[in-house]
């Protein structure tokens, strides 16, 4: 069965400092990945999105994440972080029923806070 | 264009009870999916449902229910409330092409259910 692992549960980056969050995920073929945040009081807000071709994928407020599939990864990074980055960041990756669904299975998702 | 809403956002309902959520999707999507969040569990799929159809389930009791409307709109019913029902209940919406998991989901705020 497919899922998704995010080793780290809380993270506590200063600000202006680089970050990755990590994500594994289990799944046989090219699986369909996603990065959503979710703000204090807010629904999720999808980041970004990997489906093929270039492995490393463009996302909004500045996120970059990188497919691989050596390693079975799909980390989330952004250079330099800002305090309103604060949120809680979900991997998810969709799950496989012939293409006939857009049901996503998600991490536990990381926690991440941002001091001054 | 008005994004995902949910009513109402916030419920408090006793035990035995039974609970109808709503969710109307951004205009012109024909998607609806939920997911329910908790600390323990984190988020799990509940139902997806296109053009009035269910077109897949998760791994909820059958007190877990849903429909959509001609207007895409949705419902979800939770009947004979148990405490552990206690959640967030996010909506999600998504224009549905021929390839459902290349579309982007966008969620709503979500509903927060307290049991008591």
């Known amino acids: 069965a497919q899922s998704v692992t995010q080793p780290d549960i809380h993270i506590t980056v200063s600000e202006g400092a680089s970050l990755e969050l990590r994500c594994n995920y289990s799944?046989?073929?090219?699986?369909?990945l996603f990065w959503y945040v979710q703000s204090p009081g807010q629904g999720l807000q999808l980041l970004l999105k990997?489906?093929?071709?270039?492995?490393l994928v463009q996302g909004i407020k500045g996120f970059e994440a990188e497919f691989k599939r050596s390693q079975s990864s799909f980390n989330l990074r952004k250079p330099s972080v800002h305090w309103s980055d604060a949120a809680e960041y979900f991997c998810?990756?969709?799950?496989?029923?012939?293409?006939?669904?857009?049901?996503?299975?998600f991490g536990t998702g990381t926690l991440l806070a941002v001091q001054p | 264009k008005a994004g995902v809403t949910q009513t109402p956002r916030y419920l408090i309902k006793t035990r035995g009870q039974q609970v109808t959520l709503s969710c109307s999707p951004i205009?012109?999507?024909?998607?609806v999916s939920w997911y329910q969040q908790t600390p323990g569990q984190g988020l799990q799929f509940l139902f997806e449902?296109?053009?009035?159809?269910?077109?897949n389930k998760g791994n909820f009791p059958g007190r877990f229910s849903g429909r959509q409307f001609s207007n895409s709109r949705s419902e979800m019913n939770v009947s004979t409330l148990e405490l552990g029902d206690s959640a967030l209940y996010l909506c999600?919406?998504?224009?549905?092409?021929?390839?459902?998991?290349?579309?982007?989901?966008?969620f709503g705020p979500g509903t927060r259910l307290t049991v008591l």
């Open positions: 999600a919406s998504s224009p549905s092409s021929s390839t459902p998991l290349t579309d982007t989901q966008y």
């Open positions: 990997y489906f093929s071709g270039d492995t």
């Open positions: 799944y046989g073929a090219t699986p369909y």
């Open positions: 449902y296109f053009s009035e159809t269910q077109r």
């Open positions: 998810a990756v969709g799950a496989d029923y012939g293409g006939a669904t857009n049901k996503l299975i």
């Open positions: 205009s012109g999507h024909r998607s």
